[in-house]
């Protein structure tokens, strides 16, 4: 079947590769001008397998479809048009000018959550299911016939990037791919759209993103992470405009001791703690949100808001500025239109988008030999910043506070022996609920060593939750095997396992 590819994207290109494996002809790929001097991925593929690219600034001009644009898609003969993600205005001259029409991903359960925010507002409005439709175009934009529709289940801390790169993104290709066959075959079916259920809610843009404290916690945490990361849910306090990121409503065992962070007209104060920054509903519920974006743009860990930056900058050995000149050049190639990349440079305001995150992290991955995550670009937006967190990261300084241990020390065999005898929780020694303790008894002579904490079902209970939530949200976690491997591998051996150098097998 000869098809025009209409769109742009990782999400577009995709479809395009895999419309091609299945042995459709694609005639004409139609995507966005470039951007900053970058080419669209979409249209970047289509050049490389030498399939004609059109990118059109706007298909129309005063509500009327462009001649020009209009007769070099209709010198194509395509028989379909897929549009896997597209961000401009279609004509209705265009989507109905195939033999069969045109198809449009859309992600959400339509009729639900039309409009450009879908998967924002699946968030917002606290779903429970989530998932992409197939649907034939029509002038409504997205009120067409029902083609395909797949869901999922969404996820209690789930993100538009987390829903969009586990399901929307890989089985919305499939989707895609699956819609053509069935069409191709005659078999895609045309089901009206029901009108009862449909909603639609506004673009989300930063100007409406603003937080209502009036709201139970829960509400709070969907709105956050809503949008999260575009545009960013965001509040008035401490003299500035502060951004929320990473929300959870997994508190279970964390205890509101802290900074006080008072936020007008939030039902009580934010408490800045070692975990990250607790919040209040107005059900007295709490949620967590870790990350922080200033007011000039910088991005910290909520845990460090009162910290501040006050760390002296480092100073760079040799080696290290060798590592630090590659990192730049890396910084160079992924933005071309950037003359000189210095210490000031933003990587965001130099035009770089999500992929180019990706890709950053995974070539300073082959540099450094370092785990790197998405999250630490967004931390250290510009070239000096991102350097000194390298840095610190190579020298294994990663800023963190010294766990205070209270030890019971004991002279035994003329050796000083120092023991922890708390509980050790969350990544802190604690005691016990109530302070109990009880002793434990040397086996040689019967006397009593020390008394040690005494875990009650409340002190199991924080256990087991700040186990979960390492497991399910900490570093390690998401850290890749081959990384994992790494770091194990480099960690220094213990002086009663190292090799001895002088030994011979």
């Known amino acids: 079947m000869k098809i025009a590819v209409i769109g742009q994207s990782l999400f577009g290109q995709e479809v395009y590769c895999h419309l091609r494996k299945e042995g459709h002809e694609i005639v004409g790929v139609f995507t966005v001008p470039d951007k900053d001097g970058k080419a669209d991925p979409l249209g970047l593929e289509a050049e490389k397998d030498g399939v004609p690219v059109f990118k059109f600034p706007r298909w129309r001009a005063r509500g009327q479809a462009l001649p020009d644009a209009v007769a070099k898609y209709q010198a194509l003969g395509a028989e379909l048009n897929v549009l896997p993600f597209c961000s401009q205005f279609i004509p209705m001259e265009i989507i109905n000018a195939p033999r069969h029409g045109s198809i449009i991903y859309h992600p959400s359960l339509l009729p639900r959550h039309r409009g450009a925010s879908a998967i924002n507002w699946t968030l917002i409005h606290g779903d429970k299911k989530g998932g992409f439709t197939i649907f034939w175009a029509d002038d409504g934009l997205d ?41 191709s075959e005659g078999k895609a079916p045309r089901l009206p759209q029901p009108e009862e259920g449909a909603t639609y809610e506004g673009i989300q843009k930063k100007e ?6 009036d709201q139970p916690a829960e509400a709070l945490h969907n709105w956050i992470r809503g949008n ?12 500035q405009t502060l951004t929320f ?18 936020i007008p007209g939030a039902h009580r104060p934010g408490v800045v703690t070692k975990a990250g920054l607790l919040l209040f509903g107005n059900d007295d519920k709490m949620l967590l949100v870790k990350n922080i974006q200033l007011e000039d743009g910088k991005m910290i860990p909520a845990s460090q808001f009162f910290k501040g930056t006050a760390n002296s900058a480092l100073e760079l050995t040799e080696e290290e500025l060798v590592t630090a000149e590659a990192v730049r050049d890396a910084w160079k190639r992924i933005l071309p239109n950037v003359l000189e990349v210095g210490d000031g440079t933003d990587f965001f305001k130099s035009g770089a988008a999500s992929v180019d995150v990706v890709r950053l992290v995974e070539e300073v991955k082959e540099l450094c030999d370092l785990p790197l995550e998405n999250e630490d670009v967004y931390m250290a937006t510009t070239f000096g910043d991102f350097i000194q967190l390298l840095v610190r990261r190579l020298r294994g300084e990663d800023e963190a506070e010294e766990v205070p241990i209270d030890y019971v020390e004991k002279q035994v065999n003329k050796l000083e022996l120092r023991m922890p005898h708390q509980l050790f929780i969350g990544g802190t020694f604690v005691d016990a609920e109530g302070g109990k303790t009880y002793d434990t008894i040397n086996p040689t002579d019967g006397s009593v060593l020390c008394q040690v904490s005494l875990a009650q079902v409340s002190d199991v209970d924080k256990a087991v939750a700040a186990a979960k939530e390492a497991f399910e949200n900490g570093l390690w976690g998401k850290i890749s095997a081959r990384d994992r491997g790494r770091l194990l591998y480099r960690a220094p051996l213990s002086p009663s396992i190292r090799p001895d150098p002088t030994e011979t097998s």
Request: include cysteine.
């Open 245 to 262: 990121f990473n929300s959870t409503l997994n508190t279970a065992g964390l205890v509101p001791e802290g900074e006080v962070l008072a």
């Open 208 to 213: 409406t993103a603003k937080i209502n404290w």
């Open 228 to 239: 999260d990361k575009v545009p960013g849910a965001w509040t008035e306090a401490c003299g």
């Open 143 to 183: 009120t067409g016939d029902l083609l395909l529709q797949k869901e999922c289940e969404v996820l209690p801390d789930d993100t538009v990037s987390t829903l969009y790169n586990r399901f929307l993104f890989p089985e919305g290709v499939k989707g895609m791919v699956q819609a053509v066959r069935l069409i």
